[in-house]
Nanobody
Framework: QVQLVESGGGLVQPGGSLRLSCAASGFTLGYYTIGWFRQAPGKGREGVSCISSNARTTDYADSVKGRFTISRDNAKNAVYLQMNSLKPEDTAIYFC????????????????WGQGTQVTVSS
């Protein structure tokens, strides 16, 4: 059974940091581009970042460039999103997803999705 599981979310103060993890079971994560998406209350799901299967290509939404860093460890079948300098507007449910296309931020190209982890940035 193909499954993606996110972890690492929580409550953090503005300016703080969190590291999200995306773990896979039932398939080899290293064959796929992995994307991070987020959905805030009342808003659509937006792309945050993605990383190609070989980690040579990454992409970020303008709103997180310079603050978030995506990485992967294919040996551990995991992908990470390091989030620094967090802002209240980063509050959302964060999802990881897998695509067999190269480094795309188009959510329609992602076939496998996790259940999400809540990130709340508030003082």
């Amino acid at each position: 059974q193909v499954q993606l599981v996110e972890s690492g979310g929580g409550l953090v103060q503005p300016g703080g940091s969190l590291r999200l993890s995306c773990a896979a079971s039932g398939f080899t994560l290293g064959y796929y581009t992995i994307g991070w998406f987020r959905q805030a209350p009342g808003k659509g799901r937006e792309g945050v970042s993605c990383i190609s299967s070989n980690a040579r290509t990454t992409d970020y939404a303008d709103s997180v460039k310079g603050r978030f860093t995506i990485s992967r460890d294919n040996a551990k079948n995991a992908v990470y999103l390091q989030m620094n300098s967090l802002k209240p507007e980063d509050t959302a449910i964060y999802f990881c997803a897998a695509s067999d296309l190269e480094a795309t931020m188009d959510r329609d190209e992602y076939a496998y999705w996790g259940q999400g982890t809540q990130v709340t940035v508030s003082s």
